[in-house]
Structure formats: C-alpha cells, structure tokens
C-alpha cells in the first residue's frame, strides 16, 4: 500500500498553541505509555455513538442485479497521518464520505515510521459511521523498509510478557484499550516491513493477533492484509492460500476476523480463496479482494460475476481517491466535482443505483451491493446534512459565513440517489450547499413537473414501525410560489414496493415552511419500508423550477428538545489564526436525560456566529473572531435532539473577555 505524506510527529505533550486537538498517533513503545487520565487530547476523542442496527431489504434493492453475499470495506485516508484534528476544521475541503449504504466497515487509514504506525480514527468519523450501523477500524501500519528501525518496531509490538506460565502481549491489551475507551470496532494489520530476519515473527504475529481477539471476543476485530508470510518476508498472495492462511485461520483457531487480498488478482485466484476458506471452515466473504482506484488493479465483475454468486467481498484503497485530489493537493479540491465523481463510483454514470448502465471495472458498485439503511427507529429526522459546508445554517437562519467539516453533525442520507420515476422530463435530485434549513446542505429538486405528470421520488429504506400518532413532516421552500404539491410516498413491509400516498399540500412560500402528513389508522401495526416524495404541478400552466426540502421526519411525538447542558466553562484560551481571535477548549456536563441528545452546538452570541459542534462534552473552537470594539464576548452553548430542535442555552453563559 501507499505510505501516507509524512509531517510533524504525535507525542503527548503540552498542548498546541492553537489548543487543536489532534486524533491519537503512536509508535508501539508509546502506545505503552499511553494513559487516557494524562492525554488532554483523549476527551476529545471519544466517540459517543453506538453502532446502529440497520436493516437490507432486498425486495426494494435498488439496481436488480445487487446480490447479498459480499460484504465491503472502504480504506480511506482522511487525513495525514499527524496533525489530524480531532473535531472536524474550518474547511469544506474533506472526505465527507457519505454512501454508508453500500459499506460494512471503514478503516481510517494511515501511518508512517517517522509519525507514527498506530492510528486510532477520529471520533468524527466513527459517529457517522456508527450512525449508519458500519463498523470502524483504526489502523497499524509496519512500512517497507529493510533497516534495523522498522524490524524494531516489529519487535516493540509482538513482545511478549511472561510472569510464570502466563503470557500476555502488553500491546494487544492497548490496542483493546484504545478501541474501547475511544469507541470503534477493531483493527486493520498492515505489515509490510520484511522481517525474516526476526526470530518467530510469523508464529508470534499470528498468536498477538489471536491473542487481542480473545481478550475482547466479538467486540474488538482484526483484519489482516495479505503481504507477510510464515517466515516473515513479503510475499504478495494475492489470495488465500497455504503460505498465508495461518493469519487468518490456524487449524481450530480463528487468528483475524478477515484478510483483505493484495491486488493483483484474478478470477481463479478468487474461486481458490473461496474454497479454502470453506474448507478451512470460514466463509468466503471474510475475504476482501482489493480494488486499487489510484494504480486502477482489479475489477468488480470478477469479485462479483452478474448474475452469479460473489466469490468473495470487495475491498477499496485509497477509497477517497474515486473522487479527491491527493492529501497533498486537497487545496485544488472542487465540491461539484467532487460530488459528480462520487456518485460515479458508487452509483454509476446515470446518477441512478437503479441504472448503472455503462459502469466500469471499478465504478457503479451499487450494482453488485444492495443497499442497508439504519432507519429503524422512531423519530427519524434528516436535514439532508453532509458533514461539511461553505457555510452553516441554523433552523433557516445562516449562522456562519465560510467553510467547515465535521461528521458528527452529518444527517443518514438517502438509501437511494436518485430515483425518480414520472412522466415527462422530471426533476434532478442533488443536494445543495448554497441554502440549508439545518446543517450545510438541502435537498434540492430542479427541472419541471408539468400538470398531470406527477413526479416520485424514492429517498430512503426503512423498517419503521407505525403506531397512533405517527406522522411525517417537511419542511420546505419554492422559488415559485403555489408550484408544487406535496405527499408523502410510504410503502410498508407486508407490501414494499407498492406506495400509499399521504398529502402534505402546497408548497406556498419561498420561505421555509412546514407540512405535516398524520399516518391513517389503518397503516398502525404495519412498518414502513420506503420513505418518498411524491410532487405534482397546481397549476396547469407553470412548471416547477427549484423546490427545495430542509428536513423530513417521521415521529409520533411532537419533536421537542433535550435539556440545556450544564456547568459550561472555558477551560483554555489562545491566541487565534489572526490578531483579532482567540481559539478555546470548552468543557459542559450533559443535560438531565429528559430527551436525548444527538451532538452538542457552539455559538458565539451578539452577532450570532456559529462556532464549532460535538457529540462529545468537550469542544475546541478553531478561532472566535472579536466583532468590533466589544470587551467581553458570550457564548451559547446547546443541545440539539434527534428532532433537531435545540435545547435553551446552557446557564451560565462561558464569556471570553477581550482586552
């Protein structure tokens, strides 16, 4: 694999100037050392979601030819490997990678001899993965490189303890530690560093990983990458075979969860990975057959032949290369560009799951993987959020001039984009960053609807129970007033293709407005299992030009808000990016559990500014701009609910005081 840029390395220390905290980074032997109590770092770090259940209905799978065996897991460089901020950073200019759909586990890729070779993921990324029930691994990355460095770094990390006839792996029980006190899922083993030259390296490899499995069974996994061999040299398989199935399965013992296959494979390399792993007693699809997208290796035909069992799972690296420039060059990132190019790999040429017509080796994955979605629980509300803008908007108002990321603020977005059905030319779905009703983005909806020729457009898979009360409601605006009418489209589990309409009405204002749908009573006790727009002309003579949606719920319960945090203060304060800022570490306690919380919102108050957003109950504010000649800026802090109602401020306002 390709080593990730290298910069500035990632010991614990004093904070930074900038009071930035960064994602986690060690060597083996400072992994060692590693003490959450004494990281100040380690707080702002934890994620706070759990994995969210999710369902795969394959009777409303978008493309027909999606099977259900492979599995798939994404490889991404989020960032360089050192100086990763650990809540997300005033820029739009990031992978804010959003088809969760399509993906079982994400690895946060990184690592290098000079920064670091362990690497835990931001907590930003594990909450929108977990969001959207997918699995996040950190990584462990052992470059090429023949000296006696990188053999030592081997060495740090397989080294045994004995105490009598015990022996415990100290780094294993770190790695377990790491995983749990930050909140994700595992570990992907990258060893690329030849080491046979180091005595029993395959033996005591293959037992530290066994080893770190056993000590947290089912909650902590391992995938190992097909490179080292028995005797410790690097041998590219390109399968699973006689000289690398002991890190994976050793007789009865299962030694990692999965393997993802080096690159330079082909069909009969997959069918004979298949087969010894059914005969070694393991499925095939704990096999990850890799799909290069910069070197452009493989083809997701031969992993997953149309119409034909899946010989194995897919696996992606660098995943973020489908659609971004290198790290190096994120500068010249373009935010159309880079939304065209991610639908491409991901849903194909047409912009369609359902049409992937004209897809390549390496693009339209939906036409082999059906979709999951994770909407399973009532109330569930969307603001069509992304996770990153060029600019923030709050309930309608815009609060923020300029770019940011962070996707623990990113919404579940649609199972399906696009597919509208109707007569005529239609409308074209995307979603919008020049307005928003919560968050940085919309669902825009552009072309015509002519009278008579009612549009449908498919958004989510669900598996939604209906009771007394439930309703759906949206909240929309029109560029032309009067043009639309709106409904909801439901279809429900016992029938999921076919859609009941319930009526919103009329999209009558260019300002935000909200439509609300009751559910009759004769859908109660059914769930739902696709959630739709259904749009139609009021006037036979104007066609629509942009509608666009803010926010859709599904609830029984009017959406109310969580309580107001408490006890806020300012823990740290430092001079900003310019001379008339300051950046700040901020610390609250969580309100009383009256309703609960989705993340955490900071605003600078007077002008209202937002400033930084968390599901955590620590924060960093990159800069706080002084507006004016004031001498004493307040802050607002507040917790924002599922519904995406927020609390009252938490009391007493934290105030930073200007000289």
Known sequence: MNTPPA?????????????????????????LDWDPKEDPDADFNRSRVPLAKRVRNLKVAANANARPEARLVSLAEFHETSKNPSQGAPTWKYYAFGYWQYVDIVVAFGGSLKEGLILAPNPTIIDAAHRNGVKVYGS??????????????????????????????????????????YGFDGWFVNQETPASRIDRIGADMRAFMAYTRGLAPGQVDVMWYDSMIEDGSISYQNALTDANKMFFQDDGTQVADS???????????????????????????????????????????QVCPPGKEHRV????????????????????????????????????????????????ARTGVARCIPEYSPVCELPFVTS????????FYAQGDKVRVGGWHSLSLQ??????RWIISGDGAGLTPSLAFDDAYHGGTSLLLQGAVEAGEPQLLRLYQAELPVAAGTRITVTAKSEAAHSLHLK???????????????DLGDVTSTDWQTLTADLDIAHQGRAIAQIGLHLSATSATVAHSALRIGQLAVHQEPLTAPAAPTDPSVVSIAAGATDRGKALRL?????????????????????KVFLAATTNTVCHVPELLRHGQETTTALEIVAVGPSGVPSAPATPAPTVTWP
Not at 12 to 25: E, Q, R, W
Not at 142 to 170: C, I, M, N, W, Y
Not at 320 to 344: F, N
Not at 488 to 502: G, I, N
Request: charged content about 25%.
């Open 7 to 31: 910069s500035a390395g990632e010991d614990i220390g004093p904070l930074p100037p900038d009071l930035c905290p960064y994602a986690s980074v060690w060597h083996p032997r400072t992994l």
């Open 140 to 181: 462990i990355f052992f470059p090429a490189g023949s000296d006696e460095d990188h053999r030592q770094q081997l060495r740090d990390f397989v080294r045994k303890k004995v105490s009598g006839h015990q022996v415990t792996f100290p780094v294993a029980h770190k790695l377990v530690e790491v995983a749990r006190t």
């Open 259 to 301: 393997m993802f296959l080096n690159y330079w494979w082909g069909a009969d390399h997959l069918k004979g990975s298949a087969a010894l792993a059914r005969k070694l007693g393991r499925s095939p699809y704990d096999l990850y057959a890799g799909l290069e997208l910069v070197e452009k290796y493989g083809d997701l035909d």
């Open 313 to 360: 799972s897919v696996g992606l690296y660098p995943a973020q290369r489908a659609s971004m420039p290198s790290l190096g060059e994120i500068d010249s990132m373009k935010l159309e560009e880079y939304y065209r190019k991610e639908s491409v790999f991901w849903v194909g040429p047409n912009g369609d799951p359902s049409d992937t017509t004209g897809a390549t």
């Open 384 to 391: 069509f959020n992304t996770g990153h803008g060029t600019d």
């Open 411 to 416: 919404d579940v977005l649609p199972t399906y």
């Open 488 to 502: 909801a489209a439901l279809a429900f589990t016992d029938d999921p293709t076919r859609f009941v309409l319930a």
């Open 587 to 607: 610390r609250w306690k969580e309100p009383a559990p009256t309703a609960p919380v989705h993340h955490f919102e900071v605003y600078r108050t007077r002008p």
